[in-house]
C-alpha cells in the first residue's frame, strides 16, 4: 500500500486560505484515486473531496463546493487541496486518502472505499 504524508495546516482567520499537499509513496500513484476527509472533535470522519487517478474527474461534498479544489500533480507523486473561504465550522483534522483503482473511473467516496491513510493534519480556522 502506498504512504502518504500531509502537510500544510495550520491556523487561519475566517475567509482565509490553505493549500494542503499529500505525498505519497512508491512509482504507482497515478494507479490510485485520492480523497480528502476531515474529522472535528467527538464527530466522525466526514467526506470532503475525491479525485480519479487522472485528475479529471472530481467530486466534493456539499458543505465546501465552490470552496475547496482537490487537484494532483502525478509526476510528484501530490495530491493536494486547495481550501478558500474558510469558515470556523471548517476546523477539524484533514486525512489525505488513497484507493488503488487501476485505470477505473470509479470514485471511492466513503470512508470504506479507502485503504490508505496519512496521519493527518490540523487545520484551525478562527472567527
Known amino acids: 500500500q502506498v504512504q502518504l504524508v500531509e502537510a500544510g495546516g495550520g491556523l487561519v482567520q475566517a475567509g482565509g486560505s490553505l493549500r494542503l499537499s499529500c505525498a505519497a509513496s512508491g512509482r504507482t500513484f497515478s494507479s490510485y484515486a485520492m480523497g480528502w476527509f476531515r474529522q472535528a472533535p467527538g464527530k466522525e470522519r466526514e467526506f470532503v473531496a475525491a479525485?480519479?487517478?487522472?485528475?479529471?474527474?472530481?467530486y466534493y461534498a456539499d458543505s465546501v463546493k465552490g470552496r475547496f479544489t482537490i487537484s494532483r500533480d502525478n509526476a510528484k507523486n501530490t495530491v493536494y487541496l486547495q481550501m478558500n473561504s474558510l469558515k470556523p465550522e471548517d476546523t477539524a483534522v484533514y486525512y489525505c486518502?488513497?484507493?488503488?483503482?487501476?485505470?477505473?473511473?470509479?470514485?471511492?467516496?466513503?470512508?470504506?472505499?479507502?485503504?490508505?491513510w496519512g496521519q493527518g493534519t490540523q487545520v484551525t480556522v478562527s472567527s
Open positions: 486518502a488513497a484507493r488503488l483503482v487501476y485505470g477505473s473511473s470509479w470514485l471511492p467516496r466513503a470512508v470504506g472505499d479507502f485503504r490508505s
Open positions: 479525485l480519479s487517478w487522472n485528475g479529471e474527474n472530481t
